[in-house]
């Protein structure tokens, strides 16, 4: 075993591609998007290295076309989830054991791979897959992942580098093990890199997970898992199950090696999944590590001073790319009547100006939302919103299934601050404002902490730095991203760690060293060079 202390190489945050016409990357994408559109894929689960197909399958479609077929993908169940749990057990010795830079080592080069041969195919498959344009793809499913790749790597060096102090004769050390047990990675549809990074995190710090998709997008995580093949990821460290949440989740948390959970989706899901640890927590071998991030309500908060031009691009940027389907997407705003009309006229002329469609055609700004149930559930916000007195819609509120899943983008003014659309969230791209009088700031900043359950992004509007000042303090707890004058969506790995508190998690910030601690149990060693040979102390002379 080499004596070398080794450094991770200084990681760097990946530059971000234009897919501008007459560039080479665009004419990429446009080749692996012909490629998979031209084929119907057969995806299976891959436990311990081995693929299995049950019978029992879903397909992968396109949302904007949702009669095109891009995949049929093979459902796990119990036994799966216990195969892959015996599988997480045969590889976990070995896994734990293999020195760090060499783990890093297929992480850096996973990196290297997506940055390179990968990007198109990863990013074709969430366009494709997850209707996302080729800005969001690859802000996601190719910069923001070989970003967690390369700092998740940097930040395991910085997590072993940290040691106690040590008293004369004595030698204080500290050691990181990985958890006893499997790590069960639930992963969202909306977020291509959140779905490489949930099962990965854990495994780069010497655990084994069972991952299970969304199932919406089995597409782009079946490629991430035949990148971490070729990365040379051992078998049965990272497990595929794709499946229902029940079919999946319940054995997975019942299993007696069950070591934590990292999850990103719905709220209600989450808290169920709490519930059940707690109803098994006789049945394990450790307390496990409970890590969720899980929506939000978020909001921009306009000042009086205010740069208008900025606000209306924050809010229109923050509200509708990726039709609103991220957890951080600006939900609500609160606008002061002074400088409403300027803000409702451009906001207006702007939205109107985006153009939506599939996402293959790249003047589209706007894409489908995921599914029939998504599609639903926004439409029936829209169509609430159209019904109440205290509400109207200033522009967009129209919605097309027949060929995608198609919603305008939505912007709805109501003069309750605590209608339905400024509480509950949507996860479509719907824009509720409040417009509040100036004089009453504070009421409207009691509003604004007090209205939803939420605490994951939020931003401020101002340009009086007092202003800033006062509402920063006022929403402190009403965001765990908090953006001055820009819009809340967009954390970047190693800039901004993300996570919120309250009804949006656990707060254990993706994107930085504090998330890898998660899967780690300290073990604290004291070797004394010269032990004492007598038990009497000064003292009792």
């Not at 071998?285 to 209306?312: M, N, Q, W």
Request: proline letters at 6%; a negative charge; hydrophobic letters at 40%.
């Amino acid at each position: 075993m080499s004596n070398a202390t080794f450094r991770v190489p200084p990681p760097e945050n990946e530059p971000i591609l234009s897919y501008a016409p007459g560039n080479p990357e665009r004419a990429d994408l446009e080749g692996a998007i012909r490629k998979m559109r031209g084929e119907q894929i057969d995806i299976p689960l891959i436990i311990g290295g081995e693929e299995i197909r049950t019978g029992d399958t879903g397909t992968a479609v396109c949302p904007h076309e949702h009669g095109h077929v891009l995949a049929t993908y093979h459902k796990g169940g119990a036994e799966h989830v216990d195969m892959a749990a015996k599988a997480c057990a045969s590889a976990a010795k070995e896994w734990a054991s293999m020195p760090w830079e060499h783990r890093a080592a297929i992480f850096l080069k996973a990196a290297d791979l997506l940055a390179g041969p990968w990007r198109q195919v990863l990013n074709g498959s969430t366009l494709l897959g997850q209707s996302k344009n080729p800005f969001q793809a690859e802000i996601d499913a190719a910069c923001e992942l070989i970003d967690f790749f390369r700092f998740n790597a940097h930040f395991m060096r910085e997590l072993y580098e940290e040691q106690p102090l040590s008293s004369p004769g004595c030698w204080n050390r500290v050691e990181q093990r990985p958890l006893e047990g499997f790590v069960f990675a639930v992963t969202p549809f909306n977020f291509t890199s959140i779905a490489g990074n949930l099962p990965t995190s854990p495994a780069m710090m010497g655990c084994t997970s069972i991952w299970k998709p969304a199932s919406t997008a089995v597409h782009s995580g079946y490629y991430i898992m035949k990148l971490l093949e070729e990365a040379g990821l051992p078998k049965g460290v990272v497990n595929f199950v794709p499946g229902s949440g029940g079919a999946i989740g319940n054995p997975a948390i019942a299993h007696p090696d069950f070591a934590g959970v990292h999850f990103t989706g719905s709220t209600a899901v989450f808290q169920g999944m709490w519930k059940s640890i707690g109803e098994n927590i006789d049945k394990y071998k450790c307390y496990p590590r409970i890590v969720g991030e899980t929506g939000g309500k978020d909001f921009v908060f306009a000042h009086a001073s205010a740069d208008v031009e900025a606000l209306v691009v924050g809010l229109v940027r923050g509200a509708f790319e990726y039709q609103g389907q991220k957890c951080s997407a600006a939900s609500r705003a609160y606008i002061p009547a002074s400088i409403w009309p300027q803000v409702q006229e451009q906001m207006v002329a702007m939205v109107r100006d985006l153009k939506m469609g599939p996402a293959e055609d790249f003047s589209n700004f706007v894409n489908a939302v995921i599914d029939k149930n998504a599609y639903t559930s926004i439409k029936g916000y829209i169509d609430e919103a159209k019904a109440a007195s205290s509400a109207e819609i200033l522009v967009g509120g129209e919605c097309d299934d027949s060929e995608g899943y198609f919603i305008q983008p939505t912007v709805v003014k109501t003069d309750d601050p605590n209608f339905k659309t400024m509480c509950e969230e949507i996860f479509g791209p719907v824009l509720t404002v409040h417009v509040y009088d100036d004089a009453k700031l504070d009421e409207a900043l009691h509003s604004c902490d007090t209205a939803s359950p939420y605490g994951l992004t939020g931003a401020v509007f101002a340009q009086d730095r007092a202003a800033v000042v006062k509402i920063s303090e006022a929403l402190r707890n009403t965001a765990g991203n908090f953006y001055i004058n820009d819009k809340p969506t967009g954390a970047v790995v190693g800039q901004q760690p993300f996570g919120g508190s309250r009804a949006s998690g656990t707060n254990d910030k993706a994107g930085s060293k504090l998330n890898l601690t998660r899967w780690v149990s300290a073990r604290t060693i004291k070797e004394t060079f010269v032990p004492p040979k007598d038990y009497r102390y000064p003292f009792l002379g």
